[in-house]
Each structure stands twice: as structure tokens, then as C-alpha cells.
């Protein structure tokens, strides 16, 4: 089945900096990867979401990039804000069912 | 905006108890889902539904869980007999089919 490895499990950074997570499948079928955003609390909230025909995509501060050949995908924050901290998941599917990464634990510092 | 909705929030029963977990997914949407995250662990998937049927299940999906669609709008987990391992945050998604939507979740504890 589908292995999905994400890094770091927790980054801390000064608020106006930029985040980077990185995550890594193993399914070559895999063709659609989702981040969600977790706070404390709630369901994983989707932020951004990539396709396999697509090497880039951009929605305002967050962008993700998709790396079909290396098997990698990652996300970036820029201009962090305190209301970005949160636990940020990636995620891969072939045929709808979601394979999570474990999470990483963003700290936006003032 | 169209949200998942799932009732209770916080369900406390003894090990060997069934207990029933409900969802309300997005009111177009096709696909439906079950997955459970134990306390600092990844989010597992358990199960997928589509016109009535279970299209995909986990190993940890076995005889003691269930999925039912009782009418058109609630989607309800069961677990028959449950361990104290099945204490989790359980969570449904839907979709239209791709972009998944989640829930809030279902605090299951079991004593």
C-alpha cells in the first residue's frame, strides 16, 4: 500500500518567515495530493490540493509543488502568521482513499 | 459554506459496548468516508462508501466495524464489541468524488 513520509515533525519559525514541509510516497499510482491544516480540536481542514498533471500551484501565501519522477511533494508557507500555527498533513491518493503523513507542528513566533 | 457534521463529539463506553458514531456528510456529495486517528499517530483510513456499498476497506476495518447509509443524509460507523484499543478520534469525510472534506470528529473513548 501507499507510504507516505513527512519532515520535519515540527518546525518553529519567526512570524513573516517561510515554512517549508516536504513529504515523500512510495505509490507511483498515487495521483492526487491534499494538505490539511489541523487545529486543536477539529477535523484536518484541506488548504491545498495538487494533481498529478500539475507540477505547481499557488493560492495566495501557500503554494505546493509536486515532483511525480522524485516521488515528493511540498508545501510552503511565506509570510507566516501567528493563525498559521497549527498541525499541517499531506496526503496521497490513487482511488480516493487518503494516505496521511504523520504531521508536522507548525510554531509561528511573534 | 457546506460542512460535515458528526454527533457526539465526546463518546465514552465500556469495552464491550457497541457504539454507534454519525455523520452528516455534504448534502451533494457522492463518496463517503471513515478514518480514525489514535492520540499522536497518523490519520488511518477505514473505510469508503459509494452508492450503497463499501468500495474500500483497511485490515483494521474487520467484523467488528460497519458502515450504514440509514437514509439520505446520515452515514453512521459501528463498532460491535469495542476494545480498548479502539479509543480514537474518529473522523468522516465526503466528496464529490475527489476533494475530501472532513469533519470535526468523534472522541471515542473506551474503558
Known amino acids: 500500500g501507499e507510504n507516505v513520509e513527512q519532515h520535519p515533525s515540527t518546525l518553529s519559525v519567526q512570524e513573516g518567515d517561510s515554512a517549508v514541509i516536504k513529504c515523500t510516497y512510495s505509490d507511483s499510482a498515487s495521483n492526487y495530493f491534499p494538505w490539511y491544516k489541523q487545529e486543536l480540536g477539529k477535523g484536518p481542514q484541506l488548504i491545498i490540493d495538487i494533481r498529478s498533471n500539475v507540477g505547481e500551484k499557488k493560492d495566495q501565501r501557500i503554494a505546493v509543488t509536486l515532483n511525480k519522477t522524485a516521488k515528493h511533494f511540498s508545501l510552503h508557507i511565506t509570510e507566516t502568521q501567528p493563525e498559521d500555527s497549527a498541525v499541517y498533513f499531506c496526503?496521497?491518493?490513487?482511488?480516493?482513499?487518503?494516505?496521511f503523513g504523520a504531521g508536522t507542528t507548525v510554531t509561528v513566533r511573534a | 459554506e457546506p460542512e460535515v457534521t458528526q454527533t457526539p463529539s465526546h463518546q465514552v463506553t465500556q469495552m464491550g459496548q457497541e457504539v454507534i458514531l454519525r455523520c452528516v456528510p455534504i448534502?451533494?456529495?457522492?463518496?463517503f468516508y471513515w478514518y480514525r486517528q489514535i492520540l499522536g499517530q497518523k490519520v488511518e483510513f477505514l473505510v469508503s462508501f459509494y452508492n450503497n456499498e463499501i468500495s474500500e476497506k483497511s485490515e483494521i476495518f474487520d467484523d467488528q466495524f460497519s458502515v450504514e447509509r440509514p437514509d439520505g443524509s446520515n452515514f453512521t460507523l459501528k463498532i460491535r464489541s469495542t476494545k480498548l484499543e479502539d479509543s480514537a478520534m474518529y473522523f468522516c469525510a465526503s466528496s464529490p468524488p475527489d476533494t475530501q472534506y472532513f469533519g470535526p470528529g468523534t472522541r471515542l473513548t473506551v474503558l
Open positions: 448534502s451533494n456529495h457522492l463518496y
Open positions: 496526503a496521497a491518493s490513487s482511488h480516493y482513499k487518503l494516505s
